[in-house]
């Protein structure tokens, strides 16, 4: 019997949201030679994510990391579109990279399964909101699972595979060997509370903020301990800056919730967030940015 649902049929990828995320997946997805339909709530919008798509593969060129011609074919797979049936029409997977609130990626995916192939294989990228309620919106939630990639998707490595109690096996199967041709590697997670990176990522993250609030060292030498003394690529803060703290009180606020006081935001995180200081997107967070560099 053959399986349900393959990497090796998935042709067509549509990503519904153009962000920082929904542009990253459709950027390794074309490179990797898929035809990709990049969905937003405006034409506008989904134009300034294809257009972000092409500045960093032009950045990839100038470097040598990506030849010009090979750029071009890429750009020439993805078509950006503010019609989400039109986007959905066709397609062999649907990758959802909405913001982290689960009643508008319910809604989306009611939309989406009125409109894309019976066939066709659903994703979520959240990063840490159940999947089995997420899928509860579908007919059939045994096609959807959660595909959680890292920021940004197109140098990150790690694919987070959540399945949930109803998940279909092959279908884990495929987003599993879809990410290798992506050129990630998979790890599969039962569908828990943070999965496996959010939950340890951010206890690192809070237990670091609560180190800045209580005068323990600053966010520079915290990072660089953590660097240095642990291997870490990047600095808990830093890292915290890129993610967006709104998105980290986002999630640490369903943690708490979900599996306890150790995940309760500290006040500094509630007080950056309340002043508009959210990282890097906003210029100021645990450190200053400019031009999307660290002042």
């Excluded at 990049?38 to 972000?52: H, P, V």
């Excluded at 990626?105 to 066709?120: G, M, N, Q, Y």
């Excluded at 949930?164 to 569908?191: N, P, Q, Y």
Aim: proline share 4%; hydrophobic share 45%; with cysteine.
């Amino acid at each position: 019997m053959s399986a349900r649902f393959t990497a090796q049929r998935i042709s067509t990828v549509t990503v519904l949201g153009a962000g920082t995320m929904g542009h990253g997946i459709a950027h390794v997805a074309a490179l990797a030679g898929h035809d990709v339909r990049l969905y937003d709530i405006s034409q506008e919008a989904a134009d300034g994510g294809r257009s972000k798509i092409a500045a960093s593969l032009d950045k990839g060129v100038s470097l040598g990391k990506v030849e010009a011609g090979v750029r071009d074919a890429a750009l020439a797979r993805i078509t950006a579109t503010g019609d989400l049936a039109a986007a959905c029409t066709g397609a062999d997977l649907v990758v959802e990279a909405v913001p982290e609130k689960i009643e508008l990626k319910r809604e989306l995916f009611a939309a989406v399964d009125r409109a894309a192939p019976p066939d066709a294989l659903y994703a979520t990228n959240t990063s840490s909101l159940p999947v089995a309620k997420i899928a509860g919106a579908v007919a059939d939630p045994s096609r959807l699972i959660g595909m959680h990639f890292f920021n940004p998707v197109h140098l990150m490595k790690l694919l987070e595979v959540v399945r949930h109690g109803a998940s279909d096996d092959s279908a884990v199967a495929a987003a599993v060997a879809l990410g290798e041709r992506w050129g990630k590697t998979a790890i599969v997670v039962k569908d828990s509370p943070g999965f496996a990176s959010s939950r340890l990522g951010l206890a690192l993250g809070l237990e670091a903020i609560r180190m800045v609030e209580e005068g323990v060292a600053s966010a520079a030498d915290i990072d660089t301990a953590m660097k240095l003394g642990y291997g870490h690529p990047m600095g808990p803060l830093e890292l915290t800056d890129l993610v967006g703290l709104d998105v980290r009180l986002g999630i640490a606020d369903y943690l708490s919730d979900a599996i306890g006081p150790a995940f309760e935001p500290p006040e500094l995180l509630r007080r950056k967030v309340a002043d508009g200081k959210l990282g890097k997107k906003s210029g100021e967070g645990f450190y200053t940015w400019v031009d999307g560099k660290r002042a």
